[in-house]
């Protein structure tokens, strides 16, 4: 038996508290309105043979830790104590949605998709090409809708499939997400320079250079500390 451990991420207001009550049998408190959830909490529930253990994190727009849930959220997800990320995703609000869902792919654990609201999608009479989205992506996504207590199997499921084949879903830091030629020819010697030095090997040199590039107080803070 073994214990998997997911990180509940998302934005503000996605559904994230709602889809972890559904999955833990806890009671959560849920609101009409962003930033319910500011401490990380923690639920069980059985995946077949398995334990799951699920940490609702607090939402988030980014991960850039410029507020207290952004830097709890971020933490644990750097922490390596997640073995993948449930991204909760508004799919009614799809683009806005999906900067976050970059950010996570960019540290480089595997990510679950999960379009949540599609109830609010099917009203708008909005269509969205999953497979293709899941292509792009380069990961898997699943449908659910959290308050009306949809999708629950198929993420169980899925989060079994991504356990056991933790391989198939990490991708090399290089595959994750391709900037403009320029950007990649700065990145990749960002990289390299990170790579090379001992003292950053409990991070991702590519994602570490990612937010260096991107401006980023808290990962420069990061390297004068380890310095
Ligand atoms: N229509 C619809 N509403 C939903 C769905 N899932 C959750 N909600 C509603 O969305 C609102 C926010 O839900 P929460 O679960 O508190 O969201 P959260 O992501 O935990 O929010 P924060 O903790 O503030 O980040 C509540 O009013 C929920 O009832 C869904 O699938 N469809
Ligand atoms: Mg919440």
């Given at each position: 038996?073994?214990?998997?451990?997911?990180?509940?991420?998302?934005?503000?207001?996605?559904?994230?508290?709602?889809?972890?009550?559904?999955?833990?049998?806890?009671?959560?408190?849920?609101?009409?309105?962003?930033?319910?959830?500011?401490?990380?909490?923690?639920?069980?529930?059985?995946?077949?043979?398995?334990?799951?253990?699920?940490?609702?994190?607090?939402?988030?727009?980014?991960?850039?830790?410029?507020?207290?849930?952004?830097t709890v959220a971020r933490d644990y997800l750097l922490s390596g104590q997640a073995d993948l990320v449930l991204n909760i995703i508004d799919a009614s609000n799809l683009e806005r949605s999906l900067n976050l869902t970059l950010q996570l792919l960019e540290i480089g654990l595997p990510v679950i998709v999960v379009l949540n609201m599609m109830d609010v999608v099917d009203k708008r009479k909005i269509k969205i090409d999953l497979k293709k989205l899941s292509q792009k992506l380069n990961t898997p996504v699943v449908k659910a809708v959290a308050k009306q207590a949809k999708g629950k199997t198929e993420i169980k499921a899925m989060i079994k499939e991504v356990y056991y084949n933790i391989k198939k879903y990490s991708r090399p830091e290089a595959e994750i997400i391709q900037y403009s030629p320029e950007l990649e020819a700065d990145l990749e010697e960002l990289t390299a320079y990170f790579k090379a030095d001992k003292r950053f090997t409990n991070y991702s040199a590519r994602w570490l250079a990612v937010r260096i590039m991107a401006g980023d107080k808290h990962a420069e803070k990061l390297i004068r500390e380890v310095s």
């Open positions: 038996m073994a214990e998997i451990t997911v990180a509940v991420a998302g934005q503000p207001n996605s559904g994230k508290s709602t889809m972890f009550n559904l999955l833990t049998g806890a009671r959560q408190y849920i609101a009409n309105y962003p930033g319910v959830t500011v401490e990380k909490k923690t639920g069980y529930l059985k995946i077949g043979d398995d334990k799951g253990k699920l940490v609702d994190l607090p939402g988030t727009y980014s991960l850039s830790s410029y507020s207290i849930e952004e």
